[in-house]
T-cell receptor, first 113, second 111 residues
Framework: NAGVTQTPKFQVLKTGQSMTLQCAQD?????MSWYRQDPGMGLRLIHY???????DQGEVPNGYNVSRSTTEDFPLRLLSAAPSQTSVYFC????????????FGEGSRLTVL | AQSVTQPDIHITVSEGASLELRCNYS??????LFWYVQSPGQGLQLLLK??????LVQGIKGFEAEFKRSQSSFNLRKPSVHWSDAAEYFC?????????FGAGTILRVKS
């Protein structure tokens, strides 16, 4: 039972570099989302998708892009990394179109120097 | 804007003592409400959820939560805490297609 799989688990970038955090789920969930977790701030929603081909912004979308070409995959792209994007990123999915019970990946720790 | 408030950043309880973690959501139509737990270095795991109906909901690991509409609260409780309950706890509320989390409460358990 893979559930929600995130790669990579750790990444160090230099300011200005680009990268993609991968997220895949094998539960046929319609809803997928990306959060960032920072100390004392809980989890903040970056982007979400209610199905293939449909994405929307969350609370903190600036600096991040997403796409949803398949039900299974929801990659998060950083086009030009900044130190403020140093964080732990979580991908989560849910069976229902709106966020019911979210199933989380194990997280990706990103450091931007 | 919709928000979820967890007023306690840290809580320390003795093993075997009772526990209550507070959560308030912003006023408006009652959202779906959740409590998640996060152990160090791990993702989040759902403890319990409230959609409608009985305002006292039971979850896993002996946790329960009570929804109080008049106070816009959804507090988490456990009658007797175990050392393995030490973790960070997050309250969350769904508003439409968005799930909004509180800042979290770190629970420390002393023996």
């Amino acid at each position: 039972n893979a559930g929600v799989t995130q790669t990579p688990k750790f990444q160090v970038l230099k300011t200005g570099q680009s990268m993609t955090l991968q997220c895949a789920q094998d539960m046929n969930h319609e809803y997928m989302s990306w959060y960032r977790q920072d100390p004392g701030m809980g989890l903040r929603l970056i982007h979400y998708s209610v199905g293939a081909g449909i994405t929307d912004q969350g609370e903190v979308p600036n600096g991040y892009n997403v796409s949803r070409s398949t039900t299974e995959d929801f990659p998060l792209r950083l086009l030009s990394a900044a130190p403020s994007q140093t964080s732990v990123y979580f991908c989560a999915s849910s069976y229902v179109a709106g966020p019911g019970e979210l199933f989380f990946g194990e997280g990706s720790r990103l450091t931007v120097l | 804007a919709q928000s979820v408030t967890q007023p306690d950043i840290h809580i320390t309880v003795s093993e075997g003592a009772s526990l209550e973690l507070r959560c308030n959501y912003s006023y408006g139509a009652t959202p779906y409400l959740f409590w998640y737990v996060q152990s160090p270095g791990q993702g989040l795991q759902l403890l319990l959820k409230y959609f409608s109906g009985d305002t006292l909901v039971q979850g896993i690991k002996g946790f329960e939560a009570e929804f109080k509409r008049s106070q816009s609260s959804f507090n988490l409780r456990k009658p007797s805490v175990h050392w393995s309950d030490a973790a960070e706890y997050f309250c969350a509320a769904s508003y439409g297609n968005k799930l909004v989390f509180g800042a979290g409460t770190i629970l420390r358990v002393k023996s």
